[in-house]
């Protein structure tokens, strides 16, 4: 709603490790613009999405699920942070 990444829930990630499978981080950025807190819809926005490199299972295979999460996220959140500049 405020284009805040919020936190990541584990499921997905337990999920994903105990099928060995690899994880695909997308960031979509401005879709806080086009469906706003308060208000109605916006019609037209331009929204930004970038796929990024997998993460292989390799990568996150002795990490628990929470910390998975909190490595994917971070991912997200520093191609936010670079989307944004």
Known sequence: KT???RGF???AFLIAMQQKADILPMVL??????WPEKGIPRSK??????ILPPVSYETI???TA???A?????IIQ???????N
Do not use: P
């Open 9 to 11: 829930k584990e499921g």
């Open 78 to 84: 520093n191609e936010l942070q670079s989307m944004s």
């Open 61 to 63: 295979k002795d990490m």
């Open 45 to 50: 926005q331009k929204l930004n999405l970038r």
């Open 29 to 34: 950025d401005g879709s806080a613009k086009a």
């Open 70 to 74: 909190a490595h994917v996220r971070q």
């Open 66 to 68: 929470r910390d998975a």
């Open 3 to 5: 284009g805040e990444l």
